[in-house]
């Protein structure tokens, strides 16, 4: 079946602009995670939400990070006023059994 | 707080050798532990987990894993490596239950396989 889906692939974008990155989980999974990769990093958790609701946020570096997921299934990552150090790869994972995250191929941003 | 390290940034092996690619953590109680694959491109591949119970973990690819609690270690091996094996490895603990399980990485090794 279809894995997890990201758009865009890439995206570029200069410095104070706004940027919305998609998350399409695989569906029926309940669970979707953000993950940030910074070049030569492993990933670093973000958020995770439980259907609709963000059960954990603390990983979102400061309030221009949001992230939503209104009908449980779709997640947007919102960045606001980015940053050149907001340039890296952001993953999302979903998961419905305890402990199996799939996977996306992630969106490289880069920031001018 | 629980932490990895993964000392080796790259490892170079030549196609059919043994590989061993390290990790250590950091954890004060009984680690759920994972070895990732990515590949160029790709999103990250669970190669297998452990949580209990035997402490040698087989996954996919022909990757396994030992867990030893007095070295806090969890190794990924692989017999005979394979050309295909090329790519970035993650180890990574995990903590909370499965509803709400918060995995921290390494910052990875990358896997070099000269023919």
């Known amino acids: 079946g279809a894995g997890v889906s990201q758009t865009p692939s890439n995206k570029v974008t200069e410095k104070g602009k706004y940027v919305e990155l998609r998350c399409d989980p695989i569906?029926?999974?309940?669970?979707l995670y953000w993950y940030r990769q910074s070049l030569g990093q492993g990933p670093e958790f973000l958020i995770y939400?439980?259907?609709?609701?963000?059960?954990?946020d603390s990983g979102l570096p400061n309030d221009r990070f949001f992230a939503v997921r209104p009908e449980g299934s779709v997640s947007t990552l919102k960045i606001q006023r980015t940053e050149r150090g907001d340039s890296a790869v952001y993953l999302c994972?979903?998961?419905?059994?305890?402990?199996?995250?799939?996977f996306g191929p992630g969106t490289r941003l880069t920031v001018t | 707080a629980q932490s990895v390290t993964q000392p080796d940034i790259h490892i170079t092996v030549s196609e059919g050798a043994s590989l061993e690619l390290r990790c250590n953590y950091s954890?004060?109680?009984?680690?759920?532990l994972f070895w990732y694959v990515q590949s160029p491109g790709q999103g990250l591949q669970l190669l297998l987990k452990?949580?209990?119970?035997?402490?040698l973990v087989q996954g996919i690819k022909g990757f396994e894993a030992e867990f030893k609690r007095s070295q806090s270690s969890f190794n990924l091996m692989k017999p005979s490596v394979h050309w295909s094996d090329a790519a970035e490895y993650f180890c990574?603990?995990?903590?909370?239950?499965?509803?709400?399980?918060?995995?921290?990485f390494g910052r990875g090794t990358s896997l070099i396989v000269h023919p």
């Open positions: 994972a979903s998961k419905l059994a305890p402990y199996e995250q799939y």
């Open positions: 569906s029926g999974h309940t669970a």
């Open positions: 939400f439980q259907g609709t609701g963000a059960a954990d």
């Open positions: 954890y004060g109680a009984t680690p759920y």
């Open positions: 452990y949580f209990s119970g035997d402490t």
């Open positions: 990574a603990v995990g903590t909370g239950t499965g509803g709400s399980y918060i995995p921290t």
